[in-house]
């Protein structure tokens, strides 16, 4: 079974943007950067929300020539690896992408049973609709050192806990990540 790992960038405080949506704030140095590119060439598919694929596919499609290596890099690895996109309202997606209109966790279900690979989910409201079904199997939080007071949190209220176990830990010069498996 394909192993789902839902990472993401997150406040002291726990959100992913702030109250305004900005993500600025957790723009990646060099180190974490590259961390990023050698993670994302070992996923076999990425499955995303509206709202953060269209954040991507804003800029990593397109990544002008002269800018750093790191990013052209990561621009190709983007565009390479195939992406399963969730949403209700757009039409068409590009950049190896498949659109899926309905039933994201009966989906998610299905993508985790063909495979054999680590898959990645990202979204917030995605992952939210995924986590109260168990689907998720490890959680990689790189924590920024920054409090933003609102925004989006990285998860969701839950009716029942969720017993995560540590699996590591690592600092970066601009962020801490730590991998939790699910029990």
Do not use: C
Request: net charge negative; hydrophobic share 40%.
């Amino acid at each position: 079974m394909r192993r789902l790992i839902y990472g993401f960038g997150v406040s002291l405080d726990g959100y992913i943007n702030d109250r305004d949506g900005s993500i600025d704030w957790s723009d990646p140095d060099d180190e974490l950067h590259q961390h990023h590119n050698d993670r994302f060439r070992e996923l076999e598919l990425v499955l995303n929300g509206r709202r953060l694929f269209e954040l991507m596919a804003e800029y990593w499609p397109h990544v002008p020539d002269d800018a750093p290596p790191i990013e052209r890099e990561f621009g190709q690895l983007w565009t390479a690896v195939p992406k399963v996109v969730f949403s209700r309202t757009l039409t068409e997606v590009g950049w190896n992408s498949t659109l899926v209109r309905e039933n994201a966790v009966e989906e998610v279900r299905r993508l985790k049973a063909e495979g054999d690979g680590v898959a990645e989910i990202g979204g917030a409201e995605l992952a939210a609709a995924v986590i109260p079904h168990g689907l998720i199997d490890e959680y990689h939080v790189y924590i920024s050192p920054v409090v933003l007071g609102g925004g989006t949190p990285m998860f969701p209220a839950l009716a029942e806990r969720i017993r995560l176990r540590p699996i590591e830990t690592k600092q970066f010069r601009s962020a801490q990540l730590l991998r939790f498996r699910a029990e």
